[in-house]
């Protein structure tokens, strides 16, 4: 009996000792979250892993009956972890106070929102910043929208959106990087530190969220909540990097996607969730499902009811509920009917627990309820210069005969045509939830600063017709021509026409998926018409996704891609058109020749049949289209300037250890013109034999350069380990013995060209 005795207090005495050592190895945050998590019963628990949507005015009374009364009383109970769509210091405040003063434990909300380009003062739309290819300017973009976010009480955004986009049809490419991974990636790892700054604890930073995990940019057709259907090699080398790089910037959340991948939604893809982002690749933060995803399971065809759903989700990884009530509704049965693992609960709310302490929300729970700060910080003078220098950085030069642009400042009589240069809601572009309708700058009014020049303006005609709302569809203007005649009379008596036009703002973002890419509406033929009296046209495009515009490639003779710049949109646009700011974006995505050669991109791989038989030009048996080039009208990378770029004498070594490999590259890059300018130089490689194919061009490198006029610079470029491998089809990272082209230039279209090789 005292022998038994002996070995009970010792295994308690080693059982203490050890855990003392667990706790001594765990964070001082790890640790606040172990204690927490103890004293919490199974609801609680469960209740932070429950998302709401803001459901009633939470300065107001309380609500009664139905789902909204049911929803109040959670909040009181602590069983609600989040919410999102609550704006305003007053309205945080308020529910903030429900749950910290009445509810058991007090554990603070953490207050989700979609801000995706800015707050109140907006930045460009994030495939426009992309443009920029300027990564500091999109970090301190990001910035300025979590210090107004931060201000308003709102400590979580919705973004950055990391999907790799290839179809321009799907509407929220506007919401991404464009199509290249490499470029994705650099630019989420941006966005990430942007909004999350260097104290997440701070009181103007806010936790970002990686989204949507994964492949949701490949839906088949470009349609809104599709299903996707790609095979290993593009899921790893494609649509994985950006993802990865957010993960190892410490991207505090992810989100998972609607689509489904291997006939497995992604909410309920274990693979996705657990092996790769929690496994692999070690992300300590937390998943949250996107709208009712969760519940969507059911309507799949995956989970045969809303439990089901919630078990399959939560056994995945998917560790909060946005929307759909199948964790607080089912969760805590299933755990105590032994159909899930309590301990699953434990690993999502400690994820979830952590990102609150890490936010500081446990040390003041109204820290970002501070009213004179929302204030001072809103609109700002600061934010605004901020947007107006991403917005000039983002227009791209896609062409410019005769150099028409920049606009003389003295002296000319400039027609201004389109409905779009005198609007001042669509420059702002999609998701913009918490900003104020109508407060762009209007292309008018930021000409209008210049008054030199003799500035007569006419609509010519609607883009879209009536109030457009972000939860409405656009309806278009298809057949009111009625002020055509104003707009060619404007435009004959001027020297130069400048035609603004495009999509609505409300055209693109979230369920606007198109299968027409050019200009919407009447549009097209007010262009066709006003170049048959004046052909001195200057075209400013405002999209949010690349269009069709063959007719304008062939006949305009300059065109300005200026996307939805936000706030400072008129005033951008007015600084490149007169030269005031010379122009250096560079395309994010290809623009097709027709919506027929969709989805189209530069790092395609070359077929068995890339080209006709050398001996038989005239054979149909070769990857093309038989009545358009396959190539795209402006390609990955292209943007002109108003100066000129030369690029020589390219050196590149001759090998290197596959093992270790470093490929040191030089290139000379000249301002050749008469004015100073930005120039982004690409460096792009292709592996000519793999194991698994590989694309013909891949971007590997890319520096944005000033030059003054006649200036020349020396650009170096180093390839190594992880610029040159590739991931094979079981995930695994790998690189090849063999050779290797380099290409180095202002676009992907560039033919300066050498190669290496790896022994």
């Known amino acids: 009996m005292k022998k038994l005795l002996f070995f009970a207090v010792l295994t308690f005495f080693i059982s203490c000792k050890n855990t003392s050592a667990q706790k001594e190895n765990l964070s001082e945050i790890d640790q606040k979250v172990a204690d927490l998590l103890a004293k919490m019963t199974l609801e609680e628990k469960v209740g932070q892993m429950n998302q709401y949507n803001g459901f009633w005015n939470v300065t107001g009374p309380a609500p009664e009956g139905g789902n909204a009364e049911k929803k109040y009383e959670d909040l009181r109970k602590g069983y609600v972890g989040s919410m999102l769509n ?42 426009a910043e992309a443009a920029s290819w300027d990564l500091e300017a999109i970090k301190t973009s990001s910035g300025v929208a979590a210090a107004e976010a931060a201000a308003t009480g709102v400590n979580w955004t919705f973004a950055p959106n990391v999907d790799i986009g290839r179809d321009a049809r799907w509407g929220r490419v506007m919401e991404g990087a464009g199509e290249d991974p490499y470029l994705g990636a650099k630019i989420a790892t941006a966005r990430v530190t942007g909004f999350q700054g260097d104290d997440l604890s701070a009181v103007n930073t806010i936790a970002a969220c990686a989204k949507h995990f994964a492949a949701y940019g490949f839906s088949e057709s470009g349609k809104e909540y599709n299903t996707v259907d790609i095979g290993t090699s593009t899921l790893y ?49 937390f998943v949250i499902s996107d709208w009712a995803s969760i519940g969507e399971l059911v309507v799949w065809g995956h989970a ?29 049965q299933l755990v105590k009917g032994g159909e899930i693992d309590e301990s699953l609960i434990d690993d999502a709310v400690s994820r979830i627990l952590k990102v609150k302490y890490e936010l500081g929300l446990f040390d003041d729970p109204y820290k970002y309820c501070d009213a004179e700060r929302e204030k001072t910080v809103i609109g700002s003078k600061a934010h605004n210069d901020a947007v107006l220098d991403m917005a000039k950085k983002s227009i791209v030069l896609l062409k410019n005969e005769n150099n028409l ?102 055209q693109t973002g979230e369920g606007r998926s198109r299968t027409d890419l050019q200009l919407p509406g009447v549009q097209q033929e007010l262009l066709e018409a006003v170049y048959k009296v004046n052909p001195n046209i200057v075209l400013v495009l405002n999209n949010g996704r690349p269009l069709a515009i063959s007719w304008a490639a062939e006949n305009i003779p300059t065109i300005v891609e200026a996307w939805h710049l936000g706030t400072q949109t008129g005033n951008a646009v007015a600084q490149v058109l007169y030269g005031d700011y010379n122009p250096s974006g560079k395309l994010p995505m290809s623009f097709p020749r027709n919506v027929g050669q969709v989805p189209i991109y530069y790092n395609y791989k070359n077929t068995g049949r890339p080209d006709p038989y050398p001996d038989n030009a005239q054979m149909v048996f070769w990857s093309h289209f038989t009545d358009v080039e396959k190539t795209p009208l402006f390609p990955f990378g292209h943007g002109l300037s108003y ?23 030089s290139v000379n890059v000249t301002n050749t013109g008469k004015v100073d300018g930005k120039e982004v130089v690409q460096l792009y490689i292709r592996d000519l034999v793999g194991s698994v194919t590989r694309p013909v061009k891949e971007l590997k490198g890319f520096e944005l350069i000033s030059l003054k006029a006649g200036e020349s610079k020396t650009i170096n470029f180093t390839l190594d380990k992880e610029t040159l491998g590739f991931y094979n ?13 380099v290409f180095v230039g202002g676009s992907s279209n560039t033919s300066l060209e050498s ?4 022994n």
């Open 405 to 506: 642009l920049p606009l003389k400042k003295e002296g000319q009589k400039i027609g201004l045509i389109g409905a779009l240069a005198n609007d001042k809601n669509s420059p702002l572009g999609s998701w913009r939830i918490g900003s104020d309708d109508n407060t762009a700058v209007s292309v008018l009014e930021g000409m209008q600063a210049y008054k030199g020049n003799k500035l007569t303006y006419a609509k010519g005609a609607d883009v879209a017709l009536g109030d457009t709302q972000f939860i409405n569809e656009v309806i278009i203007n298809k057949t009111d021509k009625s002020g055509f005649s104003d707009a060619l009379k404007v435009a004959k008596n001027a020297d130069v026409v400048v035609m603004v036009l495009g999509e609505h703002g409300f």
């Open 755 to 758: 190669d290496f090789k790896l």
């Open 86 to 127: 609550v704006r305003g210091v007053e309205n945080v405040r308020a529910v903030q106070k429900i749950v910290v003063e009445e509810s058991r434990l007090g554990i603070p909300l953490i207050i989700g929102s979609d801000v995706i380009h800015g707050y109140k003062t907006l930045a460009p739309i994030p495939l």
């Open 643 to 665: 100066t000129e770029f030369a690029y020589s004498n390219l050196k590149v070594d001759d090998s290197s250890n596959a093992s270790n490999p470093k490929i040191n590259v």
């Open 304 to 332: 045969a009811d809303l439990k089901d759903a919630a078990k399959k989700a939560v056994t995945a990884g998917s560790d909060m509920d946005m929307e759909a009530n199948a964790y607080i509704d089912h969760l805590v």
């Open 237 to 285: 080398n494609m649509v994985l990097p950006p993802f990865k790089a957010a993960s190892d910037a410490g991207v505090k959340t992810f989100m998972n996607s609607f689509n489904e991948l291997n006939g497995i939604p992604a909410t309920a893809d274990k693979f996705l969730q657990r092996d790769i982002l929690k496994g692999k690749w070690g992300f300590e933060g």
């Open 729 to 741: 089809n079981n995930g695994e990272f790998i690189i090849e013995q063999g050779d290797f082209k």
